[in-house]
């Protein structure tokens, strides 16, 4: 990023805007002079049961480019008895297309393999990828988090939702009860019933399964797949077909025989017995009194598969074989006085760029990594974060995989950004150099040995070095990265908009003319663009300003017409005012609403704030307040940028010491007055041994500042 040289000469006071107040107590950032009394742990914990928790945390977004992704790195199984598991199910919620959609493991390909001491195999019929053997909770933890999801599809649409649960059953979302089909071929009815009265799911009673709507039989017929006893019959009363087992026992559903020819449902309930050929139930033979689902395509040429059969209680299926019963279907869930259990999570994958609170995630862990250059002598690195919670003292730490990157000895060329270039799903490095105007991309990739560069293309020269690159990012989530542009000079601002042509192997990046052009100008050069966040709620990043001079702060929302970046003039708004000698240094969303929010810091006094911002407006309601401990400006720290570095969807604030060669994180929570706090601050296990080296990722601009009074 740009260098700009700021001064501070005032020690105003920002909560003399915003009603908070300051605690000047000076404090480090570093672990000795936080008290973790009563600090919270961000993985959930155990219910203090036998029973485990499964916390999916925040999973990773998938870069729609048809590559296997890993979905919930940060997952985890919390269990305070240490016990094991025998199975757990991960599959495609909804409606899913198999031929473009599957689940698999990192690492592997097909449909089956193992993981460490377990099986796997997934069912691209059902969309459901299983594990199976007797394991630790932990080792379960680490196959879970090393599911991965792929998408070839043009049109992927916004996002999936992935299901994740522990055990065999599978959870089914509207009724919150689980399912799962017992193979027992040639079983009957009633050892089928005794079987499945006898079961139990971490508390929740078992029973043959009563499928009540549609939305119910789909979901089995889809994810079980199984051809299997169900939970009714008419032994009471011929003809008269009721469920007899689970909470729904005695509820009369159908009455007469078979469908088409009399028998009709009774008070429209629901059911979904089968039509083609032979209409059910027919009693044939005079002793078909239990309710069957077919689950095969030997009936009917595949037309009836889910429909329901009426079968003899027990009988030689010889004659028949695909009539047989392969096993039973249960259900758990739906008896008063049960305790929900905690082992399925929901992980939301959202199609598109990266959550920018994992930014810069380069090797897909799920968590943020560091990106250094060296000023001095043109050297690059990339520092992986490794986090465990567990760890009361250095709960951050480096990870093997971090390393030095493909030397620059020019350092006239400055890291200006990182985004997705190549749409490959690894993060790619934008150049400038400030000496001749020009301008570079680094397409890296995730080779055998780790992060390194792929190859290193030129893009359009900017020979005027007055121009500075201010933001580089997909402004408008169409998967065609930007760059803003600001002239300090004339007060000009540019956006560019790349196009990525992976057939030109001479250079595949060009300019698109369309949407690549001058915007509204802002004349007076004291106005520095501050950050580049949604702010009007749109989904669409909006410019941050903030005059150094006078302390005033103003947004432009920023549209897009068939992908043509532009200022909308009805979104230009000033917000709160804050004095000069208040840095803002990232705008980042806190709360996690969508909305930027901004974290500021004075250099001067050492106080940190924060403002969480309202869509198209100002600051909350009680929404602007002191971030304490006070960093003591004497100490040298500096914010470098705000990521989650923790998995639990709060930014965590980086610093940097300078004179010290010291970097920490100040772990972030939210308190019950739902504002964002300091849990404890924590120095990492690694110096650079040389400060010349900056951080250029996650960055909140590396202004230098010169701490006059």
Request: aromatic share 12%.
């Amino acid at each position: 990023m740009s260098n700009r040289v700021l001064s501070s000469k005032q020690q105003n006071r920002l909560d003399s805007i915003s009603g908070f107040t300051a605690n000047l107590t000076p404090a480090s950032p570093l672990e000795e002079n936080i008290s973790y009394s009563g600090a919270a742990d961000p993985v959930a914990a155990s219910t203090g049961s036998i029973q485990p928790v499964l916390n999916i945390g925040t999973p990773n977004r998938y870069n729609p480019n048809g590559t296997a992704q890993v979905i919930a790195p940060r997952l985890s199984i919390v269990d305070a008895d240490g016990g094991t598991l025998d199975a757990a199910n991960v599959f495609i919620s909804g409606t899913f297309n198999p031929t473009t959609e599957s689940l698999g493991i990192s690492g592997q390909t097909g449909e089956n393999g193992t993981i460490g001491a377990l099986s796997w195999r997934y069912n691209p019929t059902t969309g459901v990828l299983s594990f199976t053997g007797t394991a630790t909770n932990l080792e379960y933890e680490n196959a879970l988090k090393s599911v991965t999801y792929t998408n070839t599809s043009a049109q992927q649409g916004q996002g999936r939702e992935i299901e994740f649960s522990l055990g065999r059953p599978i959870y089914y979302a509207p009724n919150g009860h689980y399912y799962e089909f017992v193979e027992n071929r040639g079983i009957s009815w009633t050892n089928a019933n005794n079987a499945a009265n006898g079961r139990d799911y971490f508390g929740l009673r078992g029973y043959l399964t009563t499928v009540t709507s549609q939305g119910e039989q789909d979901f089995i017929q889809q994810r079980l797949a199984g051809n299997g006893w169900i939970g009714a019959n008419d032994v009471e009363t011929p003809d008269t077909w009721r469920w007899v087992t689970g909470p729904e026992a005695g509820t009369i559903f159908w009455s007469g025989g078979p469908k088409g020819q009399g028998g009709q449902p009774v008070e429209g309930r629901y059911e979904n017995w089968r039509t083609l050929n032979d209409p059910e139930p027919n009693n044939s033979g005079g002793n078909e009194s239990y309710a069957h689902m077919i689950g095969n395509d030997g009936i009917d040429n595949g037309q009836s598969r889910g429909k329901w059969n009426d079968l003899p209680d027990d009988r030689d299926y010889g004659s028949i074989p695909q009539f047989e019963p392969l096993g039973y279907i249960v259900e758990y869930g739906g008896f008063a006085n049960e305790t929900q259990p905690q082992t399925r999570g929901l992980a939301n994958l959202v199609f598109g760029a990266d959550n920018p609170l994992n930014f810069p995630d380069f090797n897909r862990d799920g968590t943020p990594d560091i990106l250094w250059r060296n000023y001095n002598d043109g050297k690059n690195a990339v520092w992986t974060i490794k986090y465990n919670a567990a760890n009361t003292t250095t709960p951050f730490t480096l990870g093997s995989d971090s390393k030095f990157i493909t030397q620059v000895q020019d350092t006239g060329w400055s890291m200006e950004g990182v985004a997705d270039y190549d749409n490959d799903g690894v993060l790619d490095i934008l150049w400038r150099n400030y000496n001749d105007g020009k301008n570079a991309i680094w397409l890296m990739q995730n080779g055998s040995a780790g992060l390194e560069l792929k190859n290193g293309y030129f893009i359009t020269d900017v020979p005027d070095t007055a121009w500075e690159i201010e933001a580089a990012k997909d402004f408008n989530g169409d998967r065609k990265q930007n760059i803003l542009w600001r002239n300090y000079k004339t007060g000009q601002n540019a956006i560019w908009t790349l196009d990525f042509n992976a057939t030109n192997t001479n250079n595949p990046f060009s300019l698109n003319s369309a949407g690549t052009l001058f915007i509204d100008e802002q004349t007076d050069t004291t106005w520095e663009i501050a950050g580049w966040h949604d702010m009007t709620g749109d989904g669409i990043a909006d410019i941050v300003w903030r005059n150094f001079s006078t302390g005033r702060n103003a947004v432009w929302g920023l549209r897009s017409t068939n992908g043509v970046p532009s200022v909308d003039n009805t979104k230009q708004y000033f917000v709160a005012d804050a004095p000069f000698g208040w840095e803002l240094e990232e705008v980042v969303d806190f709360n996690g609403d969508g909305i930027g929010d901004f974290l500021w810091r004075n250099y001067t006094t050492g106080e940190n704030a924060i403002w969480e911002m309202s869509s198209g407006g100002n600051f909350r309601q009680n929404g602007a307040y002191s971030v304490t401990p006070n960093v003591t400006p004497a100490a040298d720290w500096e914010i470098e940028g705000v990521a989650d570095f923790t998995g639990d969807g709060i930014g965590d604030i980086l610093w940097r010491n300078y004179a010290t060669d010291e970097t920490a994180i100040w772990r972030m929570r939210r308190n019950q007055s739902g504002r964002i706090e300091l849990d404890g601050g924590f120095s990492l296990n690694q110096r650079t041994s040389d400060t010349n080296w900056e951080i250029e990722a996650p960055s909140a601009g590396n202004r230098i500042l010169t701490r006059s009074v």
